[in-house]
């Protein structure tokens, strides 16, 4: 069993965590114990409370561990959120390359419409707007090819 010492100055054996040392004993039982019987080993901790569950006190819920009678309405609330983040995040590159292609049709437009005017004044207005609309698909086209290579695991450019 870990106990927390309230010192700053480590301890033989410890590691400290900044306001805590952790100290661990040399013949105390490090195993993690049920937190609700704590005789008996853990088998895995809840996904809300962090809690050592034993066979008896742990329930699945939706692939992950619950405390039974106390934290499974919670553990399922998370399972559902990371499954709809998941989706967000599975979803962002595509509209980030969406939005690139939107911005780089604009600056086209800008441009064309800037290069076929025979007035100074909308040449002066349309120029630079087909100029910072080019240069914001770029950007968006970039981020989008960063996030998609973040997304697969690879590493970033």
Same mark, same amino acid.
């Given at each position: 069993?870990?106990?927390m010492?309230?010192?700053?100055?480590?301890?033989?054996?410890g590691?400290s965590?900044?306001?805590?040392?952790?100290?661990?004993?040399?013949?105390?039982d490090?195993?993690?114990?049920?937190?609700?019987?704590?005789?008996t080993e853990?088998?895995?901790t809840?996904?809300?409370c962090?809690?050592?569950?034993?066979r008896s006190?742990?329930?699945?819920?939706?692939?992950?561990?619950?405390?039974?009678?106390?934290?499974?309405k919670? @553990?399922?609330?998370?399972?559902?959120?990371m499954?709809?983040?998941?989706?967000? @995040?599975?979803?962002?590159a595509?509209?980030?390359?969406?939005?690139?292609?939107?911005?780089?049709?604009?600056?086209?437009i800008?441009?064309?419409?800037?290069?076929?005017?025979?007035?100074?004044?909308?040449i002066?207005?349309?120029?630079?707007?087909? @100029?910072?609309?080019?240069?914001?698909?770029?950007?968006?086209?970039?981020?989008?090819?960063?996030?998609?290579?973040?997304?697969?695991?690879?590493?970033?450019?």
């Amino acid at each position: 069993m870990v106990r927390m010492i309230a010192e700053r100055s480590p301890l033989p054996r410890g590691r400290s965590t900044g306001r805590y040392t952790a100290f661990t004993p040399k013949n105390e039982d490090t195993r993690v114990r049920c937190f609700y019987h704590g005789e008996t080993e853990a088998v895995g901790t809840c996904k809300n409370c962090c809690r050592g569950l034993c066979r008896s006190c742990a329930v699945d819920v939706s692939g992950s561990l619950a405390c039974r009678d106390h934290c499974e309405k919670e @553990v399922e609330t998370i399972v559902r959120l990371m499954a709809k983040s998941k989706t967000a @995040v599975a979803t962002t590159a595509a509209t980030m390359r969406r939005n690139a292609i939107f911005y780089a049709l604009s600056g086209v437009i800008f441009g064309a419409t800037g290069l076929l005017s025979t007035s100074s004044t909308l040449i002066l207005m349309f120029e630079p707007l087909a @100029v910072l609309f080019l240069l914001m698909g770029l950007w968006s086209f970039s981020s989008a090819r960063k996030y998609s290579q973040n997304e697969s695991g690879s590493p970033s450019a």
